[in-house]
């Protein structure tokens, strides 16, 4: 689905410059749920935003199906964003002062369509997270892990092929977090690819393939049995 070959991407603020990624070198196949674990500051976001084509590389080539992104104007790589992915954050990013219903609706702000069949859309992306109770509901009364549900809501109400998760169950309590790691394996196992950012050992058991990172490169990836 994704290559990524010797990516690099440096950044330069003021004098300091700072490799975030060195030469990676990563396939992501169709289907598989990737787990990238290390320790703060390796590179994880960095190399899921590339991943999400929200960054672009410094050097090195990225490719989506076979073409390469690297070619395409702004407005193409948001409709690329649009059509194909879902990003999930540990601090769920939803907007205070919309209900849930209209966060999750947020998910479908590039697709054309009636009013009628939107609705219906959002209805069942939270039917399908557990939180079809608190569409009229503000952000604030919900618990974390409800608000997490929404964002994973929002995330996936377009029906995307890649899921990006960036420790999505960081800021949730231990029951919260294995919720959450439900409707990930049960999103992963209707077809959606999954990348996902984790501190967790237990979680990043759970996915199907394993990538360790660290000082902005790949230092292991090892599949493991579900
Ligand atoms: P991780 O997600 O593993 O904590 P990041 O990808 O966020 O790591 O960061 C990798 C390195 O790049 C760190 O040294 C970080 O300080 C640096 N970095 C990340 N984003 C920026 C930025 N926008 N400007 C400057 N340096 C950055
Ligand atoms: P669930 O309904 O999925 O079991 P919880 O047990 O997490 O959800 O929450 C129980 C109730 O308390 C819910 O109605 C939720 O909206 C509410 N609630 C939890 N945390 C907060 C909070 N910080 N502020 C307001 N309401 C909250």
Redesign the pocket.
């Known amino acids: 689905m994704i290559e990524l070959q010797s990516i690099s991407r440096l950044y330069r603020s003021d004098e300091i410059e700072t490799t975030a990624l060195h030469g990676v070198s990563l396939s992501i196949r169709r289907g598989e749920f990737a787990a990238v674990m290390g320790p703060s500051g390796c590179g994880k976001s960095t190399l899921l935003n590339i991943l999400g084509a929200v960054d672009r590389p410094t050097s090195g080539q990225y490719l989506f199906e076979g073409e390469d992104l690297a070619k395409r104007g702004e407005g193409a790589l948001a409709q690329h964003r649009a059509r194909h992915l879902g990003f999930i954050f540990q601090s769920f990013n939803l907007v205070d002062d919309l209900t849930i219903a209209e966060n999750i609706e947020l998910g479908l702000i590039y697709r054309k369509g009636r009013s009628g069949s939107r609705r219906t859309l959002v209805e069942a992306a939270m039917d399908r997270v ?2 079809g ?2 569409a009229r ?1 503000f952000p ?7 608000q997490q ?1 929404a964002a994973i809501a929002r995330a996936i109400v377009g029906d995307p092929d890649l899921i990006l998760a960036d420790e999505p169950t960081g800021n949730l309590d231990t029951e ?1 977090g294995a919720q959450v790691m439900d409707i990930l394996k049960g999103l992963n196992a209707a077809g959606a690819t999954i990348v996902m950012v984790t501190h967790s050992p237990s979680h990043a058991d759970q996915a199907s393939r394993r990538i360790d990172m660290l000082d902005g490169r790949l230092v292991a990836s090892v599949a493991q049995a579900l």
């Open positions: 557990g939180i109770h608190r509901h604030h009364q919900l618990s974390g892990g409800q549900r919260n």
